[in-house]
Nanobody
Framework: QVQLVESGGGLVQAGGSLRLSCAAS????????MTWYRQAPGNQRDLVAT???????NYADSVKVRFTISRDNAKNTVYLQMNSLKPEDTAVYYC???????????????WGQGTQVTVSS
């Protein structure tokens, strides 16, 4: 069984910073892409940033420059450093990882439970 455990969400004033973490554990052979999504009430779940195993990254236009995604492969952990936060960044942030298992070469996508980020003005 694979578990994704998130941490780092909270309440911050506009202009502040937060760092989200998501650690994967369980039956893991390899992790390819690790991705952060976010969803505000009434909205769809949108991609924020993604990073593949080799380190290449991709960002939503709305967070470029302000956010940085990184990973620690030894810890099976992905991070999202969020700087210069704006009220429109308020959302539930979800971690997603593409993971293969020790008994199979197939990759499957797993979700974390989400962590609330609230930015006040």
């Amino acid at each position: 069984q694979v578990q994704l455990v998130e941490s780092g969400g909270g309440l911050v004033q506009a202009g502040g910073s937060l760092r989200l973490s998501c650690a994967a554990s369980g039956n893991i052979l390899k992790i390819n892409a690790m991705t952060w999504y976010r969803q505000a009430p009434g909205n769809q779940r949108d991609l924020v940033a993604t990073i593949i195993s080799g380190g290449s990254t991709n960002y939503a236009d709305s967070v470029k420059v302000r956010f940085t995604i990184s990973r620690d492969n030894a810890k099976n952990t992905v991070y999202l450093q969020m700087n210069s936060l704006k009220p429109e960044d308020t959302a539930v942030y979800y971690c997603n990882a593409a993971i293969s298992h020790k008994s199979s070469g197939n990759y499957y996508r797993y979700w974390g439970q989400g962590t609330q980020v609230t930015v006040s003005s």
